[in-house]
């Protein structure tokens, strides 16, 4: 029995070592690219108050989604909330999208982040599946 177990843990399966050196650099990559995003957007960087004004939306969805990069960025530095908070940044690369190719007619960026967060969320789905286990007990 390991000493999880006897501290009354359960174990969490684990990626090989190569997957999981490889998730760790995505996930540092990833999280400080969403958090410097995130600060752009909170302190009123002109190219992102000029890219919201264009969206129509106003400064109160800038301020959202620079709050929502940033916890999002630190989240996936947190290894028991870093697949939980790829699937939030996956959701908000969605609405990147489509707002992106609809609303600005700018192109398909979000997409790649789309692509990468979702690549944490897989890695890391076994520390999301004991996070939402061990809250439903």
Known sequence: MSSNAVAGRTEIPARGRKTNRLLWVLQIVVGL??????????FGMQRMVDLF???GAGDWLR??????????GI???IPALS?????GLATLMVAA???NVVIIGEGWAPVAWFVLV?????????????LFTRFSH
């Open 83 to 87: 697949g939980l908070a790829a699937i």
């Open 75 to 77: 989240g996936v530095l």
């Open 33 to 42: 690219d969403f958090i410097a995003g995130g600060l752009a957007k909170l």
């Open 118 to 130: 979702v690549i944490i969320a897989w890695g890391r789905w076994p520390q999301t599946k004991a």
């Open 53 to 55: 004004d264009h969206i």
């Open 97 to 99: 999208t489509y707002t």
């Open 63 to 72: 301020y959202l989604v620079a709050v929502v990069e940033i916890v999002g």
